[in-house]
């Protein structure tokens, strides 16, 4: 096992909450390994390194190769957004002397999971100036945290006869910021006062008034750390695993390879819980408005047809993760096409739901080849599917790609109680995927 790895990866993930946060953290791990951002080169060359980056949120790298571009790159491709709540554009109010932040949640939660335990805010101001304020609150502990109430189990007869999605109403999931004591001489009661505490907080903390709200980008992240799971210690609790856990090995292997003939590439994504959508999904243009940039550096005379050949020829590793297998709950499994913690690298050959709806499914010919070259680099891999058909499903970025005519397959690692705001991991696994990663760069 790659124990520093494993410490990095931990860091990565405490580091990284936010999908601006992680690419902070890319592009600075690249630089440190001789990176250069694209936009300060004129021309580029083979066995340049270079990376782009999209309103800061999308990310990719490259390592450019002495073949011709047409022949297509190798690609790792990952998303650095995780299900989280988001914080709304008009958000601060007071209700009976409590004041609050509402929030509306992001990709698929159970709702229930976020209430009574310790958040954090992370995120960004952007002010009517152009300047910009970083804001994490939650994570030292000396901070103070948020959290979202929920009823006494003693008042609960009726939400305890209320489906598991509707415990809690997505509206309800509104996160406490402060209180104060209920004034009860009229006299002196001042109207929102709990409200103006928070806001003169606020103003004196970040030199923030509540209309910047309307231009923040704040997002409500479980509080804490990484930590070792099991007292074996064989096992990662921590939030964002999906697909951090993917996202994290993918740049590390290819800051860890050395380019020769075929271009290499690390491309993290934003929206993929959401359906890969917005300027920095990759069902936009994304991807190859980057590729077209790499090509218009690096050659003479851009051409169309060349960016389209490279995107047809290239091959694809969407680094997702997969369900792991839960004994406790064994009847919504297939055993025998499940992957399991501890089991190395998961690919799966088609995700989609129910009738393969909106799903890749890879080539047999395409698998083969990774077979092949996983075998040979001795990394541990297993075939699964997310659940029994018609239990339900998933899909990835994979269709996406897929409609460039390259070939690509899903290849991440198991994870278990996935979406959940603590997810669990192998160390085994992430060691795995991070060599698997890289035997698939070097495909020549």
């Known amino acids: 096992m790659n124990e520093q790895l494993i410490c990095d990866y931990k860091n990565f993930l405490n580091n990284g909450k936010t999908e601006r946060e992680c690419v902070s953290e890319i592009i600075a791990l690249a630089k440190k390994n001789g990176f250069k951002d694209i936009s300060s080169l004129k021309k580029i ?25 047409s022949e297509g790159i190798n690609i790792l491709c990952s998303h650095i957004d995780s299900p989280r709540l988001d914080v709304k554009q008009n958000p601060l109010y007071e209700k009976d002397s409590i004041t609050y932040l509402n929030t509306h949640y992001y990709g698929g939660i159970k709702k229930y999971q976020w209430s009574t335990i310790p958040l954090a805010i992370h ?49 309800l999931l509104d996160v406490i910021m402060g209180s104060v004591s209920p004034q009860y001489n009229t006299k002196d009661t001042i109207k929102e006062k709990s409200k103006k505490i928070i806001l003169g907080l606020l103003k004196e903390m970040y030199n923030i008034e509540e ?14 750390k990484a930590r070792d799971l099991g007292l074996d210690r064989s096992l990662i609790l921590g939030y964002g695993q999906d697909d951090r856990s993917c996202a994290f090995t993918s740049v590390q292997a290819l800051l860890n390879s050395q380019v020769e003939n075929k271009t290499m590439c690390c491309l993290c994504v934003d929206k993929e819980e959401i359906g890969s959508v917005g300027a920095t999904g990759f069902s936009s243009h994304l991807y190859e408005n980057m590729v077209s940039e790499i090509l218009e550096k690096l050659q003479d005379n851009y051409s169309e047809i060349v960016l389209r050949r490279c995107l047809s020829n290239s091959f694809m590793l969407s680094s997702d993760v997969n369900s792991a297998y839960d004994p406790l709950n064994s009847n919504l499994y297939d055993k025998d096409n499940s992957s399991f913690l501890g089991g190395g690298v998961v690919f799966q050959k088609y995700t989609g739901t129910k009738g393969k709806s909106m799903a890749n499914d890879a080539s047999p010919e395409f698998i083969a080849t990774i077979r092949s070259v996983m075998e040979k ?68």
Request: proline share 3%; charged share 25%.
């Open 377 to 444: 680099a001795n990394v541990s891999f297993q075939f699964a599917e997310i659940g029994k058909v018609d239990q339900g499903g998933s899909g990835t970025i994979a269709y996406h790609a897929a409609k460039y005519g390259m070939n690509v397959i899903d290849a991440g690692v198991a994870v278990l109680s996935m979406h959940a705001p603590w997810e669990i991991t192998a160390k085994e696994d992430i060691s795995q995927i991070y060599e698997c990663y890289k035997a698939f760069l070097a495909i020549d």
């Open 123 to 171: 995120g960004v101001v952007c002010k009517k100036d152009g300047t910009s304020v970083k804001i994490i609150i939650g994570e030292n502990v000396d901070e103070p945290v948020f959290c979202i109430s929920d009823i006494l189990p003693h008042l609960a007869q009726d939400q305890l006869k209320d489906k598991a999605s509707d415990f809690i109403k997505g509206e």
């Open 211 to 224: 209309a910047d709200f309307n231009s923040a980008e704040l997002e409500i992240v479980p509080s804490g």
């Open 45 to 69: 060359k083979a066995g340049d390194k270079v990376y782009i980056s999209k309103i800061n949120k999308a990310i990719a790298l490259f390592q450019i190769g002495k073949n011709d571009l």
